[in-house]
């Protein structure tokens, strides 16, 4: 099968295209015929070594997919050849085929097809947790967005819309902007373009409830300065490559929290709860995912550089 490989740290351009035997399963596992898989940021990480986790070379990064079950090992009741499923691993996705553990797998939705599904996951999973049970918005809130353009960025826009929030969107392009507005975004700014904690000052006057940061670096402090009294900030990414250093003085005289996302201090029931709701979202089609470029399998380098370089929209899927 073909797979696109890691033989070295580096840039996105090490990533070479090679000839590799097809995966056999092993107890737990199947084989899943992958039709899409989506870029993630950390998946450039891995290449570059600078994931807080290392895989050693050669390996094949992707970390999300969507496709068709072709084998199955020992020990994977619940699933049979031909089921279409959706799944996460730290790396592996970006091949024809990859072989998976069940647990890392659900089952794709009737009606959903595997380039929805592919785009759908991570990115829409953590910014539904993300605004749910962590920053807690509910119909009415403001809520500021950083990276509104990205993966995590565009679904935390629309999915804070869907629940009635007022978003403001903040971008690094117009075109970023424009996709926002699109999918709910009330108020637009364009960092490059406007200073950004006068221009969150204009946007949100009373202030925000909650600010969501995929992104880091510089545009963390202005934006928590955004928030009103009480309000909460939350980390959830570094997208930057800045990790940013926020001075304290700002929680204390604003009594605000800044809180840290990861998908296990989800408490069990709001997991469920958020799980059912953003599948309902999805299936009855009040939420779509964004696919802002796509590209086959020989040109997964491409692919990594456009999200190494911020220049994405939504999601970037590769199909092989």
């Given amino acids: 099968m073909r797979a696109a490989v890691c033989p ?50 050669p390996f094949v990064p992707g970390s999300e997919f969507a496709g068709v079950v072709v084998e199955c090992g020992s020990a994977t009741a619940g699933f049979t050849v031909g089921d279409r499923v959706t799944g996460t691993l730290l790396h592996g996705a970006f091949a024809d085929c990859v072989s998976v553990p069940t647990a890392a797998l659900r089952r794709i939705p009737a009606g959903v097809d595997a380039t929805t599904a592919a785009a759908f996951g991570v990115a829409y999973r953590t910014a539904y947790h993300t605004l749910r049970s962590v920053a807690r918005i509910r119909s009415g809130d403001d809520v500021v ?63 925000a409830q909650a600010v969501v940061d995929p ?76 696919v802002g470029a796509t590209f086959a399998l020989a040109d997964t380098a491409a692919a990594l550089r456009l999200v190494a370089d911020g220049q994405a929209i939504g999601k970037v899927l590769i199909e092989p």
């Fill in 145 to 207: 967005v950083l990276g509104a353009g990205g993966g995590v960025g565009l679904a935390a826009v629309q999915l804070g819309a869907a629940l009635g929030a007022t978003i403001t969107a903040v971008a690094s392009t117009r075109e970023k902007l424009s996709a926002a507005a699109h999918y709910g975004a009330a108020h637009l700014v364009n960092h490059r373009e406007a200073d950004l904690r006068a221009a969150l000052r204009d946007a949100v006057p009373d202030g």
């Fill in 8 to 57: 070295a740290y580096g840039p996105p351009e090490v990533v070479v295209i090679d000839e590799r035997a097809e995966p056999t399963p092993e107890p737990g596992e199947v084989v899943v015929r992958v039709r899409a898989a989506a870029v993630n940021f950390p998946d450039v990480l891995l290449v570059a070594d600078r994931y807080q986790l290392s895989v050693a070379t």
């Fill in 215 to 290: 992104v880091g670096g510089a545009l963390s402090e202005p934006a928590l300065r955004s928030l009103r009294r009480g309000g909460r900030f939350v980390t959830v990414g570094y997208a930057s490559g800045d990790i940013p250093r926020i001075p304290l003085n700002l929680v204390l005289v604003k009594g605000i929290e800044i809180v840290g996302f990861q998908f296990q201090d989800v408490p069990a029931d709001e997991f469920d709860r958020n799980e059912d709701e953003l599948a309902a979202l999805l299936t009855s089609g009040r939420v779509t995912p964004h």
